[in-house]
DNA sequence: CATTAACCGAGACGGTACGTCGAGTCTTGGC
DNA sequence: GCCAAGACTCGACGTACCGTCTCGGTTAATG
């Protein structure tokens, strides 16, 4: 186990971890501790294991790891799935920067991307519903990771508005919400055998055209 | 107890009783704890109790039945859920067939009421996180519910096609997500604020005209 | 089920039916189920099914009997392991008469017979405890059951003191315990090999004669 | 609950507990636990509740613990009940050692004393059926307590024939039971008006003397 | 001979207890 | 103070049985 955790170095948010400059007094914490929890969990989502089956006990115990330093990190189990989640975060995929079709395309191949990926497709659906059945958490969430893909979005489209590639008029939430949506559907709500390769392409020409004729 | 099964008359699927010719022998079921129990589930979820606290136990207490009798009808929370969701199904709503853009409109406005009705607000988002964590119940509810829906704007889309209101290589279903998805996300993730009046409206006109300046 | 009903012909007491005037109308009582139930605990016990799982469900599921028809005629578990009880009663050994010591033989050996049984030792120690924890039942099983085997010896130990054959200043009570009382202690909690054939015999001369040296 | 615990300080025969250098880590058990359990379930039956409504989901309620806990530590509700009676067992009587007669006196005034003591009376009746109903319950038990009692007799008995003062053919076995059967079935079964004070005296006088006339 | 009332099997019903498991806390010894 | 282990309270799980109740259907005595 402990040969995994080095291997994948999962970068762990370390939400509970004191950032401050609060003198810390005797043994520091181990960082492999919460790297362990996380890897644990995610090698148990990857394995199938049902949600249901996921107790603080198990991963507790699987991680080789006392019940209570689990929760001397971690509030409880909606606050692990959130750091869970959040090591899964890629980073902001590059953008072109020239036609605002392509960028907006590359956005979209991130999620479906991720939406394919092995632990990401097993985990979100999972680990979401758990998040989304606690309000905080969701919108902490929400505030961290949806936020700053939506903004991303946005950002583009504010660009194509400016430079004439788009309208002018445009309702960028709305519109945001008009291309990022189908595919978080698909990726959240159906199997992967609807995320093919040309959907990205398709969904931004979709809305950028209208489906009224021309 | 009696009569606020009376006055609330919630139609119960019926999942478990056999319609069939099926010899029924015995005490006949009392139609009134089916009712009872969806009920009380609506109204604790109505009533903000967590998720969490959602217990079997919990329910049967409440609804004034033994725990066995709610066992004997569904086979575990999921199951029970599922009918849970299905009383919340409203009548598909009649369609103008004049305008495709009208049509679409109305379907959009029948999701967004269901996101802002007291009951179906509070219970989506809890009890859609219950069922998606258990993929035969999802696809159980996927195919009885959100399949209907679906082929309800596909068919519209279609007719669009076939009239020349819309472009005659449309991809259906494709451009049917485009048009839902925007709703469904913002009835699931976010605060009622954002389903304003003339959100429907918006999405659908947005989908036809798309963002390109013509 | 039905022939072993005929077959082995159990004489319930029939506790619960009406002796009196009451004028019963409508459908008889069918003595076969009354029999049946009987039959059916005395066979479970002997295959050896432990008291614990003894449930009246499962008597009456494998008596082929409703469940109302059997509380219909007994008030409880209780009630009924006092008629199964009764229904292994024998009838009272006949006694010669001649000799006290003979008699007393005769008496001990009866419950020597009954402990080795199949089907009283199996069913003794098991509805013996059932019933002692019902005080109510355990009153009236030793009204009707014990206190007439006991009235049996005292009235030999009597008949004894009359005669000369015993002392005449004997305590009768005190000297049937000391008789009876191994002979019990033994059928109730050992195993049957404590039970040899010379037992009684052996009981019988050591109370007559004492173990001082004479 | 804590004062009550050391105020009675109750002997918990600790049976599930490791005696040998079995390296235990973790939390220790809380012995107040096993020591509460105990003494709530005396204080049920003295206060009258019948066996059957002593359920182990009561006896862990009254007695402030968790049911968990108390599996932890019993099998079951008859493994439990085998402790409760090691709870009360007296430490064997001292024998002057100079009269038979005298030390079997003792010896029985001992079970009678039991059979009379609010405790016992109470507890014998009901848990001895408790546990009758299991053998293997019931053969530890046999072999740690009654077998105990049983040796006493024996010696006395053996002693008295080797001194002459019993008959040198003693069987040992048949007349340690022709002295206490009478005293354990009253005990067990009677009421405690039968165990007047001189009948320990009696019994063991009538055994020696026996009933024919001398 | 039709009525009628109690019988019967089946099984649903509200309860209660079963024995297990997980959540989150606490308490050891050891680092 | 951190850590693994594991005991602790609490409460839900899903099952089984209790004793009662309602069904459809039978069966004998009554009218």
Known sequence: MTESIAATAVSVPASADAPGAVERRGR???????????ETVLRLLEEGVPLGEL???RIARE???????????????E?????VMRSLEHDAPELA???????????????????????????????????????????EYHEKVVRVRREAVHAVLRR??????????LDV??????????????????????????????????ALEGIRPR
Do not use: C
């Not at 999620?111 to 394919?116: S, T």
């Not at 194509?160 to 008029?169: K, N, Q, S, W």
């Not at 519109?175 to 931004?204: C, K, N, Q, T, Y």
């Open 97 to 139: 920067g020239e036609s605002v079709r392509d960028d907006l395309v590359t956005l979209l191949e991130t999620l479906r991307r991720r939406g394919l990926a092995k632990r990401s497709s097993a985990v979100l659906r999972t680990v979401l519903a758990q998040i989304k059945a606690h309000p905080e958490l969701w919108r």
């Open 63 to 77: 991680a080789g790891v006392g019940k209570a330093t689990v929760y001397r990190r971690w509030a409880g189990k």
């Open 28 to 38: 520091p914490r181990n960082a492999a501790v919460g790297t362990a929890v996380i």
């Open 160 to 169: 194509g508005a400016a430079t004439g590639e788009l309208r002018a008029d």
């Open 79 to 83: 606050a692990l799935m959130l750091d």
């Open 173 to 206: 939430e709305l519109m945001g919400d008009l291309i990022v949506s189908p595919m978080l559907s698909r990726a959240m709500f159906h199997d992967r055998a609807e995320l093919p390769e040309d959907l990205p392409g398709r969904i931004v020409d979709a």
């Open 55 to 57: 107790s603080m006990e």
